[in-house]
């Protein structure tokens, strides 16, 4: 490894400079294993937090479980993951699985109360006007319930940002491999630049996926900004 | 499956030999420095977070706290063990312990800061005015009123933080602390796959007993008119009263202790945008 950059944690730019192809792949590689999760945990999460608040009877256990996932620490979901799926132990797929799963947990709650906190009178507008249930979900419901979920889509978002980098101490290439670089060239000093380098990479990818949910929750919620002006 | 169950149930690994420690021993260490860790950031932020919820002043502090926790947990504990660990000298664990404690703690502090601090604003004004117009002092007025309503979310706090340094822990055996970790990295480094997903799921089992064991402390000690949980006999009596305090369980963590969305929705979280970022 030779660098023309020195050690000192500023050098991050220099290092960036000497080793750019190398860490915008994993700054790829990151982007890709925290995204997927928020939507497939999504895709996954919408039909089960309706059913919870359809039927109120599966709202505690759905909560107690979610509570239960929460409590297993990241590390190791990730290593007992390759038992339950059957797949290698460096397989990125082991990431995306435990983080999806995390993703579930949070969001599952988080539709079920956001479809809970829809109007009452919305909700009987759209059934005396003759729509379906379907329509009214599709059509009412779930709009209404966007501000909500877009807010635990940024809890989760930001949380699997953090949660990916620390699958790469068992060697799933991201961000996080940029700690591990640092860690193993300061046997001799202090070797910042790749560390801090990792760390504003990953700070600076958090804040813009959540500005991006943020955008995006309101594209699809045009009605906000009118009652908000108002 | 298996090779997990073989080691397991293997008793040399509990026990351990003359040079290894066995699981109770790294057990028994991981919960020390979790202990250590929750100890130190506790007596810094519930003070601080009492003072501040009651005085609303220099809420700043807790958006700054709040702040920390977007930063990569890795990153953060292998920066501190570089930065650390050459100017601490002799034989030991001190090497890593240091280092690890300084992360662990620094981790710890936003979650019980913040709940501390959004819990003691969340007292329902009427209750302490009441408080006021009976005549208590401004430190009557924490203490008897604010902190026994505000226990709820300290607790939760209290408990994301612990599952937090948990966490936390568990990688810090990378950096080469003992614990729980190392059978986690040792395993992974000798392709022992029993060893490794066994140190996975001894990590997952303490997890889920210190969650339970601060979740009974909860029980024991959030008063009952905070909790709304009457027996059924005295339900009976004060059925009423049972149903006008009924409140929702507050939020807790999410994995690793970051805030879920319920906890975003508070106060001290809503002041500032990064009160919605957890850390991981």
Do not use: C, K
Request: glycine fraction near 10%.
């Amino acid at each position: 490894m030779s660098s023309a950059a020195g050690s000192a944690p500023w050098d991050l730019f220099g290092y960036f400079a000497d080793h750019r192809a190398e860490v915008l792949d994993l700054l790829w590689a990151h982007t890709w294993l925290s995204v997927l999760p928020v939507v497939i945990g999504l895709l996954v999460a919408l039909p089960i937090g309706w059913l919870a608040r359809r039927y109120r009877w599966a709202y505690p256990p759905v909560v107690s479980v979610s509570g239960l996932l929460y409590t297993i620490p990241s590390l190791a979901l990730f290593v007992v993951m390759p038992t339950l799926l059957g797949t290698q132990i460096l397989d990125p797929l082991n990431v995306v699985a435990a983080l999806t799963l995390y993703t579930v947990a949070l969001l599952v709650r988080v539709v079920a109360d956001g479809l809970a906190a829809v109007p009452e009178d919305a909700v009987q507008a759209a059934t005396a006007m003759g729509f379906t249930r379907l329509q009214r979900l599709r059509t009412v419901e779930l709009p209404l319930a966007v501000p909500v979920i877009a807010a635990g889509l940024r809890v989760a978002m930001v949380a699997n940002v953090s949660l990916v980098a620390i699958a790469a101490t068992i060697g799933i290439p991201q961000l996080g491999q940029l700690f591990i670089t640092g860690f193993q060239l300061s046997v001799t000093g202090p070797y910042y630049p790749p560390i801090v380098l990792g760390i504003v990479l990953s700070v600076a990818l958090a804040l813009l996926l959540d500005r991006s949910i943020v955008l995006g929750a309101r594209l699809i919620t045009p009605w906000q900004r009118v009652s908000a002006a108002r | 499956m298996n090779d997990v169950l073989l080691w397991l149930n293997d008793p040399q690994n509990w026990t351990g030999t003359r040079v290894t420690p066995g699981i109770v021993e790294q057990a028994s260490a991981h919960l020390a420095y979790t202990a250590i860790a929750l100890s130190i950031a506790g007596v810094i932020a519930f003070p601080l977070g009492l003072v501040l919820g009651h005085t609303g002043r220099a809420s700043w502090l807790v958006s700054v706290a709040n702040g920390l926790r977007a930063l990569p947990t890795v990153g953060l504990l292998i920066l501190l063990y570089v930065m650390v660990s050459p100017l601490i000298s002799g034989r030991g664990d001190a090497v890593y312990l240091v280092p690890t404690e300084i992360a662990l703690v620094l981790l710890a502090l936003p979650a019980i800061l913040a709940n501390t601090y959004a819990g003691v604003r969340n007292v329902s004004p009427d209750a302490r005015d009441a408080a006021r117009g009976m005549g208590m002092t401004g430190r009557q007025v924490l203490f008897r009123v604010e902190l026994p309503n505000a226990l709820p979310l300290v607790f939760s706090g209290l408990r994301s933080a612990a599952l937090q340094v948990i966490a936390t822990a568990t990688i810090a055996a990378y950096v080469g602390l003992g614990g729980l970790g190392r059978y986690v990295y040792d395993g992974l480094a000798s392709r022992d796959f029993g060893q490794m997903a066994g140190g996975a799921v001894l990590v997952a089992a303490l997890a889920l007993l210190v969650d339970l064991a601060l979740s009974l402390l909860q029980r024991a000690t959030v008063s009952r008119g905070v909790s709304g949980r009457f027996s059924r006999r005295s339900t009976r009596d004060s059925r009423s009263a049972a149903v006008t305090v009924v409140r929702p369980e507050p939020p807790r963590g999410g994995p690793d202790g970051g805030p879920r969305p319920g906890q975003a929705t508070t106060p001290a979280a809503a002041l500032t945008p990064s009160g919605e970022h957890p850390s991981g």
